[in-house]
């Protein structure tokens, strides 16, 4: 960062055994409409499909990050087929929710239901939180779940987060892990 403002970044490629996470391309987007539109996707994560067009922005939110803040999400890709399979990473959303998150890496990520049980959650979050120690040492991350998306909550566990505090947010419940 220079002045406060960050320059533009490159996103990094990181490998695992078995995924590249790497950036969003155009490409994508096919496949990132049939994930962000699949209810069991998105039960958790505001409770309904996103539209073709929201998840438009939010493609447009992922390289944004990166430009802004020098951080955000990968692309999830299989190294077997070279198929898209979700999104992880980090954001700075500036969300209205309490405790503050300010100052804080929020981590997120979302899968595929056909990536859904073979461990690339927790294979990709590893992967992450690893470049996360290397890049931001000083930033705690974060990541906020839905009390009932138990899954999630055993990834983020498995990757030391702990339960932070319980609050709301948009209506819901919803619990803050911190690492």
């Not at 922005?57 to 299989?78: D, K, N």
């Amino acid at each position: 960062m220079d002045g406060g403002v960050a320059q533009p970044t490159t996103v990094p490629v990181l490998e695992t055994a078995r995924l590249r996470l790497r950036a969003h391309r155009a490409d994508d987007y096919a496949g990132c409409v049939a994930i962000w539109s699949d209810p069991e996707v998105t039960r958790y994560i505001g409770g309904r499909a996103f539209t073709a067009e929201e998840v438009w922005r939010r493609l447009l939110q992922y390289a944004g990050l990166w430009a802004l803040v020098g951080y955000g999400f990968w692309a999830v890709e299989e190294k077997a087929s070279g198929r898209y399979i979700g999104d992880i990473g980090f954001a700075d959303l500036k969300r209205d929710l309490q405790p503050s998150l300010d100052g804080m890496l929020e981590f997120g990520w979302v899968l595929s239901p056909a990536a859904h049980g073979k461990g690339y959650a927790s294979e990709a979050v590893a992967a992450a939180m690893a470049w996360a120690a290397e890049q931001h040492p000083a930033l705690a991350s974060v990541c906020i779940i839905s009390p009932d998306n138990l899954p999630s909550i055993r990834v983020a566990e498995k990757a030391g987060f702990e339960r932070w505090q319980d609050t709301t947010y948009h209506g819901s419940p919803t619990r803050v892990y911190r690492r």
